[in-house]
């Protein structure tokens, strides 16, 4: 396997009938080990590419390999190298935790089939078991999985889906449905899956602060590709960063400011003053003013602002 864990290459996928292309003419690569966010408004063509990464779709042209297999020729491989978590659970819920995990992993050929888990392999039980401990949810293994809450199963697939050592992760809006604190933590255990079994996760989703985090950002929006790179790289030159300062004697901190030929606009009742180089620039600005302040507000742009820019055209009147 190349240090590439997915290379796509112009991709490109018509549905039969339609008239436009779902997935138009798609390039990008995602490194091994990587945390990679694909985000785009509903229609964007996500779930086609998705599908198509998955082998569960067909393309119309282009190349992929997923974990260093061809997607067509090798499906078998690449099959057996992800796991897939989409947005619907597919477990069954009259068996237990553990049950459900044993019965994927027969599925996956991984292990002879024994009536219980006592009489599993030792090397299945150590798995099963270091995973469980992974996501936290050793304590029940054998409850049945229609007592355990949204989160608990969202985290049993991903114990699922982790049991045959995939080097790809594929999370379809994983945390939808789910309540702010189940979404955080399943985001600490994918943390400590990443960084303790080195697999790449490849992400879809509606929350853009879930995909803050991640290496590495690719927007589509109506089939192609509108933005890529850290989330870093993609807020810079789209949302504005800057300082709002307010203070008592108003005219002073203007004077202040003219004095030191910020460009700034009012803001309410305090001057917004507009950072167009780093952070420490804040500092430089906070340094020479004197005017005793009574409020200080910096503004960083948030990924979820530059993607609204990208998908919706810039605001006008902010
Ligand atoms: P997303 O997952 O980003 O919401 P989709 O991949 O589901 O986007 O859809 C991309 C485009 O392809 C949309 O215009 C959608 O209507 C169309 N599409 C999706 N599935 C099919 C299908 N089975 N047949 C025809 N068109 C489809």
Redesign the pocket.
């Known amino acids: 396997m190349t240090n590439k864990a997915i290379i796509v290459k112009n991709l490109v996928k018509r ?1 039969k009938k ?1 008239t436009e292309n ?1 997935v138009d003419d798609i390039s990008f690569t995602v490194k091994e080990g990587e945390f990679f966010a694909f985000l ?1 408004p ?8 998705i599908s198509i990464l998955t082998t569960t779709l067909s393309k119309t042209s282009g190349e992929v390999t997923v974990a260093g297999f061809d997607i067509e020729k090798q499906n078998n491989e690449v099959r057996k190298n992800i796991g897939i978590i989409f947005q619907n659970p597919s477990l069954d819920l009259n068996l237990t935790a553990e049950e459900n995990i044993r019965f994927h992993a027969i599925l996956y050929n991984l292990y002879p089939f024994f009536p219980s888990f006592a009489l599993m392999p030792q090397s299945y039980k150590d798995k099963v078991m270091e995973l469980a401990e992974i996501i936290g949810i050793k304590d029940d293994l054998n409850k049945p999985v229609k007592s355990f809450s949204g989160g608990m199963k969202r985290k049993l697939e991903i114990v699922r889906s982790l049991i045959h050592n995939p080097k790809v992760l594929f999370l379809d809006e994983p945390t939808t449905g789910l309540d702010p604190a189940s979404r955080k933590n399943l985001w600490q255990y994918l943390k400590q899956v990443r960084k303790d079994l080195g697999t790449t996760v490849f992400l879809t989703t509606h929350y853009l602060d879930e995909a803050e985090g991640a290496d590495k950002v690719v927007i589509i929006n109506k ?1 192609k590709i509108v933005a890529e790179g850290t989330p870093k790289q993609i807020k810079e030159d789209l949302v504005e960063k800057y300082l709002r300062v307010e203070s008592k004697d108003m005219s002073s901190l203007e004077k202040e400011l003219q004095q030191q030929k910020l460009e700034f606009t009012k803001d309410g009742d305090g001057f917004r003053v507009h950072i167009t180089h780093g952070s420490e620039e804040i500092h430089q600005i906070l340094k020479k003013i004197t005017a005793e302040l009574s409020d200080i507000d910096i503004h960083l742009p948030t990924l979820e602002e530059a993607y609204l820019e990208i998908i919706q055209g810039k605001p006008e009147n902010v």
Not at 42 to 49: E, H, L, S, V
């Open positions: 549905y339609a779902a785009g509903n229609g964007a063509g996500k779930t086609t590419a089939g």
